[in-house]
C-alpha cells in the first residue's frame, strides 16, 4: 500500500514466482523497474487498485487481522508516542523507518 518508489521495487524483488501484486499507494514520481527480471519472468500478476475496490481491500485486510492469519509484525520499525511525532516523521524522511505505529498515550 505504500506508495513509495524503494517499497515498490523491493515488493517487486520479493515477489515469488507466479506472484500477484495490487497496487495501491500512489507513488510521487515516476518508478523504474526491470520488467523483464521483476515482472515477465517472473510471470508475476500486477494490478492497480482505486475507488471501490479500495474499500474492499480494507475489509478483506480487516477480517485477515481479526482472524490473526496476517502478521504485520515484519514490516513495524518502529514504535512512538505521539509526542515523538516530529522525530518519527524524519526517520520516514532519511530512510531509518518504514512503518511506523503511533501510540496517544505513549509507546507499547
Do not use: C
Not at 501484486?21 to 500478476?45: C, D, H, R, Y
Not at 504485520?72 to 514504535?79: A, E
Not at 511525532?85 to 530512510?95: H, N, P, Q, W
Amino acid at each position: 500500500m505504500a506508495g513509495r518508489t524503494d517499497a515498490i521495487r523491493t515488493g517487486f524483488k520479493i515477489l515469488r514466482l507466479g506472484g500477484r501484486m495490487f497496487l495501491l499507494g500512489i507513488p510521487s514520481k515516476p518508478v523504474e523497474l526491470n520488467l523483464a527480471e521483476e515482472v515477465i519472468f517472473k510471470g508475476a500478476t500486477v494490478q492497480g487498485i482505486n475507488g471501490r475496490r479500495m474499500y474492499q481491500t480494507w475489509y478483506q485486510m480487516t477480517a485477515l487481522l481479526k482472524a490473526n492469519k496476517l502478521d504485520l509484525h515484519p514490516v513495524i520499525t518502529n514504535r512512538i508516542a505521539m509526542k515523538d511525532f516530529a522525530s518519527g516523521m524524519e526517520l520516514l524522511k532519511t530512510g531509518e523507518a518504514s512503518k511506523i505505529l503511533v501510540y496517544p498515550n505513549g509507546a507499547k
